[in-house]
């Protein structure tokens, strides 16, 4: 079971890496980028929070990674262009539609 208190971890990482003069990130924005799939019915990716620098690698069989993907809300996103990135532009990422 994936920590309940993420969005704490979020934080701590952020004021370690910008101290006060960067704002809290908005953890309501939630990504989540699918790297490999079908491995003995698991699912890798990359859960991402507000900005590719707060990104956790992971994997979940099938059924729990649809339940993390409806828990949490996220947006499902696939490598594409430069510059289309949902996140701020950081990365090779797209909004899946």
Known sequence: MLCANWHRYCIVVC???FGDK???????????RVTRTGVNGFVE???IVSDE???V????PEAA???F???NSVTVIRNLDVGSSPTKGQGLLQTVK
């Open 69 to 71: 993907c409806t828990t």
């Open 53 to 55: 620098d707060l990104t």
């Open 15 to 17: 004021k370690a890496k």
């Open 45 to 47: 990716f990359d859960f």
């Open 65 to 67: 990674f649809d339940e």
């Open 22 to 32: 960067m704002p809290l990130p908005d953890i309501t924005q939630r990504y989540v």
């Open 57 to 60: 690698e992971l994997i979940l």
